[in-house]
C-alpha cells in the first residue's frame, strides 16, 4: 500500500471529479494490504485516472477489485482500457466497459449485456480479456465467466494505450485494488504459467522482492518501499506492463 493522501505512482488525473485532491490512496477500503485507490466524482463531472500501457498484442486484458462506497439514483462506474482524446472523442475513448449503473444496480456490458448485480460496500473482482482482431471482450466477475464476445463500440482499439479507472457522475466513492494489465498467454518469467493466471508474473532469479510477499517489486515500488518503509498494492506486472 502506498501511503493514504497521495496519488499512487504512474496515475494520471484525467478529469478531476470532486478535486484533484480528492482522488487519493485511502486506507477507509482495502481488497488486499491496507489500502485502495479511492476515486470520487460529482454530479455531472467524472473523476477518471489513467495508467498507460504498452502493447502490440492482438489479445489484453485488465483486472481490478472495485468497491462502490454508495448507491445513488443514477449515473454508472464504467472503468475499461482507454485512450485520450481519441477516435474523434474530446473526453477519450473507452474500450471493453464493465458499467456499475446505479440506477438497476446493474453490472452491464458496452451493449447493455446484463452481466450481474452489485450492492454498495461489496467488493467484486473484475477481469476483461479484449480480442482487438474481432472488437469482442470477455468479462470474468468473482472468478465466474458472465460475457462472451461482447462487441465493443469504438472501432479502432489499437489506439489503446491505457488503463481508465472512473467514479462517475453519482458523485460516490469508487474504490480500486489489485488493479493490472496483462497479455494473455503471455510468460515473461518463463515458469510455464501464463502470466494472465500467474500471480507473480515477474518472479525470477536474483530479482528484488523487499517486501517479501514473493512478487518482483518494480522501480517505483522499490523507491517507495526504501523511502517509506510501505509494501506495495501492486507490484507485478505483465507483458502489457505498465510503465
Known sequence: SFAPGTLPPGWNIVWSGAGYDQQMVSDDQSFSGTSSFRLLGRPSWSAVA??????????????????IGSAARWGEEHPAFFSYQAEGNQWGTYYAAVRFDHRRRAILAEDGTL????????????????????????????????????????????LINAVALVSGHAGVPVYYDD?????????????????????????????????????VDTPMVIAAYLKEGISPVVDELPDAAMP
Not at 52 to 66: L, M, N, R, T, W
Open 115 to 158: 452481466l450481474g448485480r452489485w450492492s454498495p460496500g461489496t467488493w467484486y473482482a473484475v477481469r476483461v480479456i479484449l480480442d482487438r482482431t474481432s472488437n469482442s471482450y470477455d468479462v470474468w466477475i468473482d472468478g465466474a465467466q458472465v460475457g462472451f464476445d461482447l462487441p465493443i463500440k469504438a472501432q479502432f482499439p489499437k
Open 50 to 67: 489513467e495508467h498507460h500501457i504498452s502493447s502490440d498484442s492482438a489479445e489484453i486484458g485488465y483486472e481490478f477489485k472495485i468497491l
Open 179 to 215: 488493479v493490472s494489465a496483462f497479455t494473455p498467454g503471455g510468460d515473461i518469467d518463463g515458469d510455464g504459467i501464463p502470466d494472465s493466471i500467474d500471480p507473480c508474473p515477474e518472479v525470477n532469479p536474483g530479482l528484488i522482492d523487499l517486501n517479501v510477499d514473493g512478487c
